[in-house]
């Protein structure tokens, strides 16, 4: 069945020009992942990798946002400022009433908020990049410098202008794939980030020859992610009854578990690996209240081992963040005019405010469920290492006990591959439908 249709895929020319498209701005991704800032010592760089095998939250946060830190990269911070842009102008759209109308236009309105969203970027971005420059030039402990940080107009400068330009790319050759190719494309970018890092995981386990555990962790893996789409595609029909016609006719309106899909996960990590930034700055200062502070960050929010705060933490940020997304996404009173106005109702509810007010609440509800859902899967590592430790593990050999893909990355990578089914689902009935005209 599945070389069936993967033939039928194949044999469709629109599709394959798009996904071959798509292959290729990928490619092209990783390959800028590779090119280092101009004004790095390149001898500097053997430190970092040390570093990110010993703090592989970090590493992961990296691949996540689309980076290439490992390599000091030109895309160096990926399409987190763009992230963080849209937290932020999204957050302000609650409080600036020029935003707040724009949101209530549709379409049109939503483009125009797309576009101060990237525009702001610009202004994050470049402040990100300094403060990641100095952020890495202090955690790296050599004799030789990641970039020479006294010659400001020389080589900061410039670093800067290169790193926010890389993610300006990023942003690009996104929106080049939601264009010309296949799925969104800041989602495509940031699935090649995450499974990138898989490859190296697997053959850690084989070069040690732990084979067994190796395949442990493959069928939970499967496991996992056969439990995630079920959770991803189960959904509540709301029975909907429309009396336009005439006569009663029966439908549904479906409303998702999983709501927010990926987002809380990517907003959640972007803000989340902060405490631990910060901890490596202040803790390299020697000693004082400022080493001191950043001692206790390490300890509690380090995610090579994570305190029951940073647990804590990670887990209301997701769930909080599904509420906020699902707040901003999905318009009960929209929808409630529009099912009014087709002539429906829901049974028992009236139509108007109060059939608003059901879908919110069966929306919180469902959100509760899959918010707490995403958030256990992504603190389930930290909360599984925690435990082996209680119960007398040995762990000495450091890391946390994961999948082959961490918890955050299964919900990224099973979220993406199930919109590019729907996608390419969509592309193949307009394919079949165009034969007949």
Same mark, same amino acid.
Request: net charge neutral; no cysteine.
């Given at each position: 069945?599945?070389?069936?249709?993967?033939?039928?895929?194949?044999?469709?020319?629109?599709?394959?020009?798009?996904?071959?498209?798509?292959?290729?701005?990928?490619?092209?991704?990783?390959?800028?992942?590779?090119?280092?800032?101009?004004?790095?010592?390149?001898?500097? /760089?053997?430190?970092?990798?040390?570093?990110?095998?010993?703090?592989?939250?970090?590493?992961?946060?990296?691949?996540?946002?689309?980076?290439?830190?490992?390599?000091?990269?030109?895309?160096?911070?990926?399409?987190?400022?763009?992230?963080?842009?849209?937290?932020?102008?999204?957050?302000?759209?609650?409080?600036?009433?020029?935003?707040?109308?724009?949101?209530?236009?549709? %379409?049109?309105?939503?483009?125009?908020?797309?576009?101060?969203?990237?525009?702001?970027?610009?202004?994050?971005?470049?402040?990100?990049?300094?403060?990641?420059?100095?952020?890495?030039?202090?955690?790296?402990?050599?004799?030789?410098?990641?970039?020479?940080?006294?010659?400001?107009? #020389?080589?900061?400068?410039?670093?800067?202008?290169?790193?926010?330009?890389?993610?300006?790319?990023?942003?690009?050759?996104?929106?080049?794939?939601?264009?010309?190719?296949?799925?969104?494309?800041?989602?495509?970018?940031?699935?090649?980030?995450?499974?990138?890092?898989?490859?190296?995981?697997?053959?850690?386990?084989?070069?040690?020859?732990?084979?067994?555990?190796?395949?442990?962790?493959?069928?939970?893996?499967?496991?996992?992610?056969?439990?995630?789409?079920?959770?991803?595609?189960?959904?509540?029909?709301?029975?909907?009854?429309?009396?336009?016609?005439?006569?009663?006719?029966?439908?549904?309106?479906?409303?998702?578990?999983?709501?927010?899909?990926?987002?809380?996960?990517?907003?959640?990590?972007?803000?989340?690996?902060?405490?631990?930034?910060?901890?490596?700055?202040?803790?390299?200062?020697?000693?004082?209240?400022?080493?001191?502070?950043?001692?206790?960050? /390490?300890?509690?929010?380090?995610?090579?081992?994570?305190?029951?705060?940073?647990?804590?933490?990670?887990?209301?940020?997701?769930?909080?963040?599904?509420?906020?997304?699902?707040?901003?996404?999905?318009?009960?009173?929209?929808?409630? %005019?529009?099912?009014?106005?087709?002539?429906?109702?829901?049974?028992?509810?009236?139509?108007?405010?109060?059939?608003?007010?059901?879908?919110?609440?069966?929306?919180?509800?469902?959100?509760?469920? #899959?918010?707490?859902?995403?958030?256990?899967?992504?603190?389930?590592?930290?909360?599984?290492?925690?435990?082996?430790?209680?119960?007398?593990?040995?762990?000495?050999?450091?890391?946390?006990?994961?999948?082959?893909?961490?918890?955050?990355?299964?919900?990224?990578?099973?979220?993406?591959?199930?919109?590019?089914?729907?996608?390419?689902?969509?592309?193949?009935?307009?394919?079949?439908?165009?034969?007949?005209?």
């Amino acid at each position: 069945m599945v070389l069936k249709n993967l033939s039928k895929i194949l044999s469709n020319p629109e599709i394959k020009k798009k996904a071959i498209f798509t292959l290729a701005i990928i490619a092209l991704y990783k390959l800028l992942s590779y090119v280092p800032v101009p004004g790095v010592n390149l001898a500097a /760089l053997d430190y970092i990798r040390e570093f990110l095998a010993a703090n592989q939250g970090i590493a992961f946060f990296s691949a996540l946002m689309g980076g290439g830190l490992e390599n000091f990269s030109i895309v160096l911070m990926g399409l987190s400022p763009y992230i963080n842009a849209v937290i932020i102008v999204q957050l302000l759209t609650v409080v600036i009433p020029h935003l707040e109308n724009l949101k209530k236009e549709g %379409e049109q309105g939503q483009k125009k908020i797309n576009n101060y969203t990237r525009w702001f970027t610009v202004p994050l971005a470049f402040a990100q990049s300094y403060g990641m420059i100095l952020v890495m030039n202090t955690i790296v402990q050599s004799e030789i410098p990641l970039i020479n940080t006294s010659d400001f107009w #020389g080589t900061v400068l410039p670093a800067m202008i290169v790193i926010t330009s890389g993610t300006l790319l990023l942003m690009w050759l996104g929106d080049m794939i939601n264009e010309r190719g296949l799925g969104n494309g800041t989602s495509m970018i940031i699935f090649a980030g995450v499974l990138s890092g898989v490859p190296q995981h697997i053959f850690g386990y084989i070069t040690i020859g732990n084979y067994g555990l190796l395949a442990g962790l493959l069928l939970l893996t499967l496991a996992v992610i056969y439990i995630i789409i079920k959770f991803t595609e189960g959904y509540r029909k709301i029975p909907l009854i429309y009396t336009k016609t005439g006569r009663d006719e029966k439908s549904f309106f479906p409303i998702r578990v999983n709501q927010a899909g990926m987002v809380p996960i990517i907003f959640a990590i972007s803000i989340i690996t902060f405490p631990s930034l910060i901890g490596q700055v202040l803790a390299n200062r020697g000693s004082g209240t400022g080493a001191d502070i950043g001692q206790f960050l /390490l300890e509690h929010f380090s995610m090579n081992n994570p305190g029951w705060a940073y647990i804590a933490i990670y887990f209301l940020l997701v769930l909080a963040f599904s509420f906020f997304y699902i707040s901003i996404t999905f318009n009960t009173e929209e929808v409630a %005019e529009n099912i009014q106005k087709r002539g429906g109702y829901i049974p028992a509810v009236r139509p108007g405010k109060e059939t608003a007010d059901f879908l919110a609440r069966v929306s919180n509800h469902l959100n509760l469920y #899959g918010g707490a859902f995403l958030a256990l899967i992504a603190v389930f590592p930290y909360v599984a290492t925690k435990v082996a430790v209680m119960a007398g593990i040995d762990m000495s050999g450091g890391g946390n006990i994961d999948f082959l893909i961490s918890g955050a990355g299964l919900i990224i990578v099973v979220g993406v591959i199930l919109d590019l089914v729907r996608r390419v689902d969509a592309e193949m009935k307009t394919h079949d439908y165009q034969r007949f005209f």
